[in-house]
T-cell receptor, first 115, second 111 residues
Framework: GAGVSQSPSNKVTEKGKDVELRCDPI?????LYWYRQSLGQGLEFLIY????????KSGLPSDRFSAERTGGSVSTLTIQRTQQEDSAVYLC?????????????FGSGTRLTVV | GDSVTQMEGPVTLSEEAFLTINCTYT??????LFWYVQYPGEGLQLLLK?????DKGSNKGFEATYRKETTSFHLEKGSVQVSDSAVYFC??????????FGTGTLLAVQP
């Protein structure tokens, strides 16, 4: 597609429920990144995919968080047993393989609210 | 590890005022440096970048120069407009191959 697409744009969930956030990167972009933006905070790195593998998942805050990518394209970030501190905007970005210096293209994000 | 520090906001300016948003970085080696902008209700957009020392990135009247000696990448604009109101993020990309962001600076430009 023309840009990075994320869905849903907004999600309200009850504490303890599982949620899935979807990211559809720019066609041909093999690198995909997930970040989290909390109120008053900067952007926190979560995980990086190159193709379908995740060489760097060091930013996942707990084992409740997981992510996968299939077909070198769509990625899903799953948060199990959501907690109120998981409330944030989750951003996905993609870039061309081997050309991160050109910058990432970000999606508009998914605003997650845990009540 | 790598980190980015930028001045806290909010920064409130009148239209046509001069803008500076300070940014410094710590990194192993020589990272590439970026400024991203987030307009109200929109996603992050790349504003400008510099990939080596003394490079100047520029876009939409904004400029930033990669200063290795002071490990800085300050954002400047000579005359801001109301439409420049946004949150500005400084970021570095080093050997870890992931963008490290500062906490963001909110700029509010008043007519």
């Amino acid at each position: 597609g023309a840009g990075v697409s994320q869905s849903p744009s907004n999600k309200v969930t009850e504490k303890g429920k599982d949620v899935e956030l979807r990211c559809d990167p720019i066609s041909g972009h093999t690198a995909l990144y997930w970040y989290r933006q909390s109120l008053g905070q900067g952007l926190e790195f979560l995980i990086y995919f190159q193709g379908n593998s995740a060489p760097d998942k060091s930013g996942l805050p707990s084992d409740r968080f997981s992510a996968e990518r299939t077909g070198g394209s769509v990625s899903t970030l799953t948060i199990q047993r959501t907690q109120q501190e998981d409330s944030a905007v989750y951003l996905c970005a993609s870039s061309l393989e081997g050309r991160p210096n050109y910058g990432y293209t970000f999606g508009s994000g998914t605003r997650l609210t845990v009540v | 590890g790598d980190s980015v520090t930028q001045m806290e906001g909010p920064v409130t300016l009148s239209e046509e005022a001069f803008l500076t948003i300070n940014c410094t970085y710590t990194a192993t080696g020589y990272p590439s440096l970026f400024w991203y902008v987030q307009y109200p209700g929109e996603g992050l957009q790349l504003l400008l970048k510099a990939t080596k020392a003394d490079d100047k990135g520029s876009n939409k009247g904004f400029e930033a120069t990669y200063r290795k000696e002071t490990t800085s990448f300050h954002l400047e604009k000579g005359s801001v407009q109301v439409s420049d109101s946004a949150v500005y993020f400084c970021a570095s990309l080093g050997a870890t191959n992931k963008l490290i962001f500062g906490t963001g600076t909110l700029l509010a430009v008043q007519p």
